[in-house]
């Protein structure tokens, strides 16, 4: 029987890309791993940090309703939904984010079951201010100064009051 000489170039078990087959038929580029597997990491990856992100935000972040929690001081506090509020000055709005800090817990606990007559003393209040009486540092600690005691007398309480608001967004809209 006659022996016939090839070279490596002219094996017929060779694919196109000079890679011999593996035991699949499919070729096998000496050592690289094939394309769908570079693929699957990075989505991998990506899908994993898309599910941690929406599980925090479902789970763990802060949600739209108030609540209490201990302040790391003497109070409690007290998150208030966010308000749009119509200013003083035709054609403005506030957007605000309060925070409350009650001088105890059941304080805080009363704040939390009345959000809607919370709501209404400071639409009440701030309606009546304007951009330039908001706009700088001393007029920002003006209202809070009358927010905390608009809330500290409409909730009248033995030693129950508001010690402290905070903005955690508060910004103009102009129409």
Wanted: net charge positive; glycine share 8%.
């Amino acid at each position: 029987m006659p022996v016939e000489k090839f070279s490596e170039d002219d094996d017929p078990r060779r694919s196109s890309t000079g890679a011999a087959p593996d035991d699949a038929g499919l070729s096998n580029t000496r050592g690289a791993r094939p394309a769908r597997n570079r693929l699957t990491t990075p989505v991998g990856v990506g899908i994993a940090l898309g599910c941690l992100v929406l599980a925090y935000f479902l789970l763990i972040g802060p949600g739209e309703r108030p609540r209490t929690g201990s302040s790391g001081g003497d109070g409690t506090l007290v998150r208030l939904e966010p308000q749009t509020i119509n200013l003083a000055e035709p054609g403005t709005s506030l957007e605000v984010r309060m925070v409350l800090e009650a001088s105890s817990p059941e304080f805080a606990q009363l704040l939390c079951r009345r959000t809607a007559q919370l709501a209404d003393v400071a639409l009440t209040l701030v309606s009546t201010k304007k951009v330039a009486e908001l706009d700088c540092e001393v007029g920002r600690s003006r209202l809070k100064r009358e927010l905390a005691d608009a809330i500290s007398q409409r909730f009248r309480s033995d030693d129950a009051r508001i010690t402290n608001v905070y903005f955690t967004q508060f910004y103009y809209r102009l129409r």
